[in-house]
C-alpha cells in the first residue's frame, strides 16, 4: 500500500512518515522545496514536490490512499487559509477521486462542525475547514474525517477519545497521537465513512475508533 501525505514535511506529517515507515510501509511523501524533500527522504518517504496552490495531480500516481494535513499557518493572513486549508483541500480531494484512491483520510479541526459557535477570531478558518469537509463529504471519496483539538507537542499518550471533553481547556491531543491515529485508520477499514472528535483520553486507539 502506498499512501501520499498532503503537509508531509509539517510536525503532524513528520511523526506520520515515521508512524508509517515503523509499519514497513514507504508513504509517498508531498512538499514543497528541495531541502524538504531531502529531510522525508531521511525518515524513509520517497518525496513528491507539488503546491496546493498550484497543481497536484501527479503526486497521487500510483498511490492508495491520501492524507491530508497540510494547513498555511497562523503566521500567514486569511488569504492562504482560503488558497491553502480550504481550496487546496478541495482540489486534494479531486484529484483523489481522479486517482481512484480507496481512503482519504482529513486532518480537519475542532470547531469545522459548526464554525457559529467558535471563537470569532478563527471562525475563518474553521469555516474554510467545514466548506473543505463537506466538499469531501458529497464528494463520493471514500472518507475519514478526524477533527482534533488544539495540538500539543507533547509524546503521545497512545490513549485518545472521541468524546467532547467538559471544557475547552482539555480539548488538546498531541500531534504525535493525532499521528498514530491517522496511522490506525489507514488500516482500519470500519474507520472509512466516519467523523471523529479526537481529543487526549483514555481509550485505546481501537476502542476509540473501530
Ligand atoms: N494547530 C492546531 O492547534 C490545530 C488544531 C486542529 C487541527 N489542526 C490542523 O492540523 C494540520 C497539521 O498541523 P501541524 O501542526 O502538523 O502543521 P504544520 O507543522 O504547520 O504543517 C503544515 C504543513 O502544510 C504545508 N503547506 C502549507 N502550505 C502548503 C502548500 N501551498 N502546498 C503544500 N503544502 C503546504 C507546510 O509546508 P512547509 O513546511 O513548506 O511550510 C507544512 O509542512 C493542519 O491541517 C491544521 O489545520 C491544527
Known sequence: MTTLII???????????????????????????????KVVKDLGAEPAIADLEGNVQSA??????????????????????????????MKAVDAAKAAGISQFVMVSSRGAEDPE???????????????????????????????????T?????RTITTQWPDTADEQWI??????LA???CLKTPVTIGKVYPLFHGKHSFSDALN
Open 153 to 157: 507537542d507533547e509524546t503521545a499518550e
Open 7 to 37: 503537509g508531509a514535511h509539517g510536525q503532524i506529517g513528520q511523526l506520520l512518515i515515521k508512524a508509517l515507515v515503523a509499519e514497513g510501509e514507504t508513504p509517498r511523501a508531498m512538499v514543497r522545496a528541495e531541502e524538504q524533500a
Open 174 to 179: 498531541p500531534r504525535e497521537d493525532v499521528a
Open 60 to 89: 497521487f500516481e500510483g498511490c492508495d490512499k491520501v492524507v491530508f494535513t497540510a494547513g498555511s499557518g497562523a503566521k500567514t493572513g486569511p488569504d492562504k487559509t482560503i488558497l491553502v486549508d480550504m481550496w487546496g483541500a
Open 182 to 184: 491517522i496511522a490506525h
Open 117 to 151: 459557535k467558535g471563537p470569532a477570531k478563527i471562525k475563518h478558518y474553521t469555516v474554510c475547514k467545514k466548506l473543505a469537509d463537506d466538499h469531501l463529504l458529497r464528494s463520493g471519496q471514500p472518507y475519514t474525517i478526524l477533527r482534533p483539538g488544539r495540538l
